[in-house]
């Protein structure tokens, strides 16, 4: 894919950086090995500005230390997704470490939900959610001035309260660069204390991607469109309990909604 020099999620095709220093090292990392990606922790290896290691799922969350420690302070971009040994404590590192990120990729499914009844499974959970809930709020705290774009793609641990950290601190009140492109496809949990959250704090929001997340409401969904007037494209794969109340009766006519349910055929009467 060659860089089209825009802003825009591409639909087509997966998001890839532009080309360069920082894709050239990091393209051959999508079929690599961990071995391999131990080359671009080296000292030799030139400071990287973008770094695409999408869908590495056997990358080891040491190894990513190791990179973050040598090129995390001249990263702008960093995308992470479908990278399944990663959890939490890899966010607290990117909080420490990245200290020029304006755009992050990140997709924790390294805790599966917990069985009903199992008390152990249970609590583990918990405590997996309140880690989560701390690595968002870091990374927040930490980019929240100058994060433009952040994906949090299949975090199905996400809850209210770590995206309320990330509307107050990447709103247009606290970021000098607003954050403009924001998924949260997949974040089972969050429900429209999330979407008021972002109706309040972030005016500024062009790109919002909330398929199945199951728990929003046609009137969550009304405010939020209401009040982020600049809200250009709103995906909703997979949101089943969406009615025409929201999908036909709001009132951003310039607003695109990707992944709206069909409308189902018209019956005629037997004659």
């Given amino acids: 894919m060659a860089c089209s020099g825009t802003d825009e999620w591409d639909e087509s095709e997966p998001y890839a950086p ?17 071995p391999a990606l131990e080359v671009l922790s080296q000292p030799t290896m030139p ?6 290691l999408s869908h590495c799922t056997e990358l080891p969350a040491a190894t990513l ?27 607290m590192e990117i909080a420490t470490h990245c200290t020029a990120l304006t755009s992050l990729s990140f997709e924790h ?24 809930e701390t690595a968002v709020g870091e990374v927040a705290q930490a980019f929240g001035e100058r994060l433009v774009s952040l994906s949090l793609e299949g975090c199905h641990l ?18 000098s660069f607003p954050l403009r492109r924001l998924s949260l496809n997949n974040a089972a949990r969050i429900t429209d204390r999330t979407l008021l959250a972002l109706s309040e ?31 250009k494209r709103l995906k909703v794969w997979g ?33």
């Fill in 65 to 91: 230390s190791k990179i973050l420690e040598r090129h995390g302070p001249s990263l702008s971009e960093l995308l992470l997704l479908g990278c399944t040994q990663l959890g939490a404590p890899t966010l």
């Fill in 239 to 271: 949101c089943t309990q969406l009615t025409s109340v929201f999908l036909e009766g709001h009132a951003r006519h310039d607003l695109e909604i990707v992944g709206r349910p069909s409308r189902p055929p018209l019956r005629t009467q037997d004659a």
């Fill in 201 to 231: 704090h972030t005016p500024h929001l062009e790109e919002l991607d909330l398929s199945w997340c199951r728990e929003l409401t046609d009137e969550g969904l009304g405010i939020l469109t209401d009040r982020c007037t600049r809200l």
């Fill in 109 to 132: 499914t390294a805790t599966s939900p917990a069985l009903p009844g199992d008390p152990a499974a249970e609590a583990q959970q918990h405590e997996a959610v309140s880690l989560l």
């Fill in 158 to 175: 996400l809850t209210d309260k770590a995206m309320q950290s990330v509307a107050e601190s990447c709103g247009s009140g606290a970021a």
């Fill in 47 to 52: 400071a990287l500005k973008s770094l695409d």
């Fill in 18 to 34: 532009p080309w360069g220093a920082a894709a050239a090292a990091a393209a051959p990392a999508r079929a690599a090995v961990p």
